[in-house]
């Protein structure tokens, strides 16, 4: 069976957003996953290396994978909302995905400032499977979102991270609800850097949601 790849232009808060939907490359999806991307204004796009290889292995490990342009990015309409527009972005396009599969269980992964929108939007969400946080940048420091979380938390970060260090992940990490993990992928920076392979297995390695 081929591989089915669709884009798409999903309609957002202020606009169209540009998405890209594919389903696994063998058998049917078993889980719908929403994959943000990292900050717009830094040049962040679904196309991010770091996104593609999330996207990627979630397939691999057999969900459907929805990602997506915040507004203002490539064909996405509108402008950068500070955020706060990107989360409602985000719900748009989870909302989305979420029809298209009634029923599939579904999740949500994200690259840096996407892992700070996923995070906010699975913590209030109590429908979400499990949340990907895949270098959550730790020098953002309002996390109060975090404090109740009883979501599955799954956070993949580099061991030279220089936006979300280890020592000051691991502190976050000690104050959050179980059921939680933290992966570290030995990588060069933040982008995983001549490990995006291993990283790559990483997420393949992560399997289906345990609620399964």
């Known amino acids: 069976m081929a591989r089915r790849i669709e884009t798409h232009m999903i309609a957002g808060p202020v606009g169209n957003l540009e998405a890209l939907l594919e389903e696994p490359e063998h058998d049917e999806p078993r889980e719908a996953i929403l994959v943000c991307h990292p900050h717009p204004q830094f040049g962040g796009t679904m196309h991010n290396k770091v996104v593609y290889r ?8 057999g969900a459907v994978v929805l990602r997506f342009n915040y507004r203002g990015v490539n064909l996405s309409e509108g402008q950068y909302g500070h955020g706060a527009g990107e989360t409602e972005d985000a719900k748009a396009a989870l909302a989305w995905l979420r029809d298209r599969y009634p029923e599939l269980p579904y999740s949500l992964a994200g690259f840096s400032f996407g892992s700070r929108i996923v995070l906010q939007i699975a913590c209030r969400d109590p429908g979400v499977r499990r949340v990907i946080a ?43 609800h179980e059921p939680k993990r933290m992966l570290l992928v030995e990588a060069e920076d933040h982008f995983f850097k ?14 289906l949601s345990r609620a399964y």
């Open 194 to 207: 001549g490990a995006l392979d291993e990283f790559e297995r990483t997420i393949v390695g992560l399997g």
């Open 54 to 61: 999330i996207a990627r292995g979630l397939r691999k490990s």
């Open 134 to 176: 895949v270098g959550f940048p730790t020098t953002y420091k309002n996390r109060d979102y975090l404090k109740d979380c009883r979501t599955e938390k799954v956070f993949i970060q580099s061991t030279r991270d220089e936006h979300g260090p280890v020592a000051d992940l691991e502190q976050v990490f000690s104050t959050l």
